[in-house]
């Protein structure tokens, strides 16, 4: 396919493959001509070649039938998609020497659609006749908009809906474009909560922390941030991560500016350990940001709260510059990982 001039993948940008293998790209540092990601959609006839639990709802694009993995970030299916695309699809697999590990990462010259969320949110608006999921989400864009005073165009689409497969059960899944834009969505669908014009889901008390997933006029949605272009401060290749060891701590924020992307990066101070602190690393106090590859954990905790946490410890190294620094990287493939909010009496 032709891609977009200058085309720069961005979190969440779903990618479909000449198989017809849908993918999500994941963060906003990527190698020349290549975009990180992971899987989303297998079509039917290559699911049996994957050994992982599939979804019994089916999707249907552009005549494939195709299935879901129930768990996307577990180490064990991340290990076993590796397998899978080794033997279909080898040249997804990708050495990276500045994270030390393989990782799937697709070539543009494999890509037989890219869905861009600014994008699919245009088409919808162009697209006649609508059905009632699309109607809703182009009303809940309206919604949002008009109360956040963040302009449309800072909004997009992605999911089924984006890829228009979508059933009449879909979510509506929504992009918000910046970290100021975001802030300001979160603070109006608090209002409209508030107001009863929609409903915030908090089954799950992380989920009602972060406030990211409702209910509007019947339909269940969510709401994702992605960083603007001016926002993306760092390009592949000018950093080197080096992995020391699994740790446990708790600290406190300072910096939450950047806790709704994916990564979600948290400015932290003040870690303490919990336990026993493994020989031979970094003081606790040097470490300096928790940086979140699992979406569940954007949004998490606010400046000024403590946070605990349980992640692998990384040397993160400024390859111009000579710089070093140290984060706590939460999903990086080992089990248990994850960020807990901790309450104000809270004593580790």
Known sequence: MQLPEGYRPRDGDILVTREGLVFYAFGYEHPPMRAFAFLKYVPSELAKGLDVDFLSTRWKFQGKILLR?????????????????????????????????????????????????????????????????????????????????????????????????????????????????????????????????????????????????????????????????????????????????????????????????????????????VGRWPGGLPEPGQVERVVANIGLYRNVARAGEEIHVRGALERVLELASGRESYQVVVGSGMPGEGIWPLKPNHKA
């Open 69 to 273: 993995p129930r768990e996307l970030f577990s180490p064990g299916n991340w290990r076993k998609v590796l397998d899978f695309l080794k033997s279909k699809a080898p040249e997804y697999v990708f050495s990276c020497p500045f994270l030390g590990k393989e990782m799937i990462a697709i070539p543009f010259p494999s890509l037989e659609h890219v869905f861009i969320p600014s994008e699919a949110l245009k088409e919808l608006k162009k697209l006649r006749p609508l059905d009632r999921l699309q109607r809703r989400a182009l009303e809940l864009v309206e919604l949002l908009s008009s109360t956040s005073s963040v302009p449309e165009e800072l909004f997009g689409l992605h999911g089924s809906l984006a890829m228009n497969m979508h059933a009449p059960w879909s979510d509506v899944d929504l992009v918000v474009y910046g970290s100021r834009e975001f802030r300001a969505v979160e603070a109006a669908v608090r209002e409209l909560a508030g107001e009863g014009v929609l409903e915030l889901l908090s089954d799950d008390p992380i989920e009602a922390r972060r406030g990211m997933k409702g209910v509007f006029k019947g339909t269940k949605f969510t709401y994702t941030a992605v960083r603007k272009l001016d926002e993306i401060r760092t390009s592949y290749g000018e950093r080197a991560y080096v992995p020391l060891g699994q740790v446990e701590l708790t600290c406190r924020v300072v910096g939450d500016d950047e806790a709704m992307f994916r990564p979600a990066i948290y400015r932290i101070s003040g870690c303490r350990p």
